[in-house]
């Protein structure tokens, strides 16, 4: 079998661990031993170390030459043919490894190309050292459409040697879904007739909750009935939280922390949003799809790439809580248009995002790589 090593920033909740861990359910029935160099810094480490022919435990933040020496020493030991790195802080590992172990085939991710969070000066820095390292990477991976327009814009990938693999799920995992809806009602204080939106993300800026809940805000003065779940933590909760309270929300928002019952949460929702600023291809919304329930997202990269206006959801601009309000509105006030494109959306599911479609296309980027280079 030939040997990967996949080198990840975090172990903690997130769409990388997830991907990570799904290409290492598939690995062996495509013929590879993939390896995780990875902090032990969330729930997915120990779900790595189950999965993973083999497991390095490196603290990879913030940059370490010796956390790189580390992995070089790793992959020299165990005969690693190609590393394969995931997001852009595991980018910075694993493409210099071309220069310390000769011959080995370096595949990158993207997983979002994100600039904008930069100041000037670091984002000049940043563009520079993300081109240089493209000249020692032998594929680039992009999860989108959208992502590869990015990439290939700013320079950080060539076009021939660059696919794009969307993210996939096992549509079944949220279709079959049974839940008790009066009982979920009931645990985060909403009334029985509810009309509950919500948001499954990561609490940090670029989610775009600050947006959301302003058009929540202006939402619930036409549908009181409205009330809006968000699911998951992050740097930005304080800051929600006092946004919340600033718009008098308290009784119509609940913020859960982290849950692992997703699926049941999607089924539960009667319209999911993502205000996000910015994506990858947001796993998320693929989910929602593929549990029937109604999705409204920004028109950003990532999400354009799942959600096509008028087709199988709402698409709306990004940054803007007038514009998201009115489309909530609109679904609202508009069930059967919302069952529609519930319905396309399930079918888009079953044709392009399925995890099977996924990792064949995966591993068949790494047979190229390899026979490319004569292995």
């Known amino acids: 079998m030939k040997k990967i090593l996949y080198i990840a920033i975090s172990s903690q909740t997130g769409g990388v661990p997830r991907h990570i861990l799904q290409a290492l359910r598939h ?9 995780v160099a990875a902090p032990d810094d969330g729930d997915y480490y ?36 190609l590393v394969h790195s995931h997001g852009k802080g595991a980018g910075m590992y694993a493409r210099p490894l071309k220069l310390l ?10 997983h979002g190309v994100y600039v904008e969070e930069y100041g000037v000066l670091l984002r000049a820095i940043y563009c520079q050292i993300e081109r240089r390292l493209r000249h020692w990477t032998d594929h680039f991976i992009c999860v989108s459409q959208s992502e590869r327009k990015e990439a290939m814009r700013l320079r950080f990938a060539d076009r021939k040697r660059t696919s794009v693999i969307c993210n996939g799920v096992e549509p079944e ?14 645990e985060f204080g909403f009334p029985h007739n ?3 939106i919500g948001c499954v993300a990561r609490l940090e800026q670029m989610k775009g909750h600050q947006y959301l809940l302003s058009a929540f805000a202006k939402l619930i003065k036409k549908h009181p009935q409205c009330r809006l779940l968000l ?5 930005e909760r304080e800051s929600i939280e006092a946004q919340i309270q600033e718009q008098n929300l308290g009784s119509f928002v609940c913020l859960t922390g982290f849950r692992h019952d997703v699926p049941q949460l999607l089924k539960l929702f009667d319209m999911f949003v993502s205000a996000s600023l910015k994506e990858g291809m947001p796993y998320t919304l693929i989910e929602a799809l593929a549990a029937g329930t109604p999705v409204t997202a920004t028109d950003v990269i990532g999400n354009r790439d799942v959600i096509h206006g008028g087709k199988n959801g709402f698409l709306v601009r990004a940054e803007s809580a007038e514009d998201l309000a009115e489309m909530l509105d609109y679904a609202v006030r508009n069930p059967e248009i919302c069952k529609k494109y519930s319905v396309q959306g399930q079918r888009m599911v079953h044709a392009l995002f399925t995890e099977e479609r996924f990792a ?3 591993f068949g980027v790494y047979d190229k790589v390899m026979e490319r280079h004569g292995k």
């Open 194 to 196: 509810a009309y509950l």
């Open 173 to 186: 995992h949220f279709q079959g879904v049974i839940i008790n809806r009066n009982q979920y009602l009931k």
């Open 231 to 235: 699911v998951g933590d992050g740097p």
């Open 46 to 81: 120990p779900w790595f170390r189950q999965q993973a022919a083999g497991m390095l435990k490196v603290c990879l933040k913030p940059y370490s030459f010796r956390s790189l020496w580390k992995i070089r020493c790793y992959i020299r030991k165990n005969r690693i043919e």
């Open 101 to 110: 172990c000769p011959g080995i085939k370096v595949v990158h991710t993207f």
């Open 360 to 362: 064949g296309r995966l």
């Open 27 to 35: 690995a062996k029935e495509y013929g590879y031993k993939v390896a």
